[in-house]
């Protein structure tokens, strides 16, 4: 990188992250999600570029590098599911290909692995317990991975692992540093931080990504504050996964919701106080799959095209 790139990768780093509490208490550590169908929203995301706000772990590589995202934020308030982050970021610089990161989560090159992990993080404090979260999500990580790699949607590669291409900009973009992995809380003060960052990179925010983390926490001012403040524009996208019953109530389903950034700002402008306040305002098949939220009806103007999903939509596990 050279001239205006260099510029513009300071203003990137320039959102000072938040100081967190050290591995917080929490059921479990989402390192590997329990979301499957990310590829629903390719053609929602496809080409738009700009900036990219997400919280949790590789799902996101999935989604910034389908939307062809130009600077991507990975925030978590979990510093456990930042550290695998780095985990994942220095084996994947060290894969060429997806077929060599999916080696890397072989038994039989476990003691490789843990030598590139201590060689890219030899400087950080926090290397011992990184190279004990390697070793303790191992064969969990690596059978997540071979799932994701087999991932497909309408016949095609549904993920970052299983399309080759996916995989060459996500490993792109660690390698020119576009990609920022920062702790932050949702509710507190680091959105605020990547808006204002955001805005000095010129570049609209154009793909935002929250899990079903709103399920768990009401818009307080600063949440409020930070998302009027995102350069959004009239492309910018928000996606939420919503954890929803089956008709017959015998298990949960995930719902792939899209909703116009703008009109989620305009809810909270207008004073919603949570998620659950407006969910019901949304288009949803039972089964689960592709929803939307707002808009007067599809694609990016509504948050969603075609077929709203079908069944087997299930969280996994």
């Known amino acids: ?18 100081v967190l509490r050290l591995r917080p208490v929490d059921v479990r550590h989402w390192v590997n ?9 390719f053609p929602t995301v496809s080409g738009l570029g700009g900036g990219y706000l997400g919280v949790g772990s590789d799902q996101n590589f999935s989604l910034f590098a389908a939307a062809g995202c130009s600077f991507v934020w990975l925030m978590d308030y979990d510093t456990v599911v930042l550290q695998a982050n780095r985990i994942y970021r220095a084996l994947i610089l060290a894969s060429a290909s997806p077929q060599e990161f999916l080696l890397r989560w072989d038994g039989f090159e476990k003691a490789v692995t843990e030598a590139i992990v201590a060689e890219a993080y030899a400087a950080d404090d926090d290397l011992p317990q990184l190279l004990a979260l390697l070793d303790e999500n191992f064969a969990d990580a690596g059978n997540y991975f071979r799932r994701v790699a087999a991932r497909t949607e309408d016949g095609a590669a549904g993920s970052w692992l299983a399309d080759p291409g996916l995989y060459r900009i996500v490993r792109r973009m660690f390698e020119e540093d576009r990609v920022r992995i920062v702790g932050g809380d949702l509710t507190k003060e680091m959105p605020g931080r990547i808006a204002a960052a ?17 399920q768990y926490f009401a818009y307080g001012d600063a949440f409020r504050a930070a998302f009027a403040a995102m350069p959004f524009d009239e492309r910018s996208v928000g996606l939420r996964t919503v954890s929803r019953w089956l008709p017959d109530r015998t298990r949960h389903v995930w719902h792939y919701q899209v909703e116009p950034a703008g009109h989620f700002v305009e809810a909270l402008r207008g004073g919603v106080e949570r998620f659950s306040a407006m969910e019901e305002d949304g288009t949803y098949v039972p089964t689960g799959g592709l929803s939307r939220l707002g808009g007067p009806d599809g694609d990016r103007d509504g948050g969603a095209t075609g077929d709203a999903g079908d069944a087997g939509r299930t969280e996994e596990r």
């Open 1 to 18: 990188l050279r001239g205006e790139a260099r510029y513009l990768l300071g203003d990137f780093a320039s959102a000072e992250a938040e």
């Open 33 to 41: 999600s329990n979301e499957s169908d990310h590829a629903l929203w």
């Open 198 to 214: 955001q805005s000095r990179l010129g570049a609209p925010m154009r793909v935002v990504y929250l899990s079903n983390a709103e």
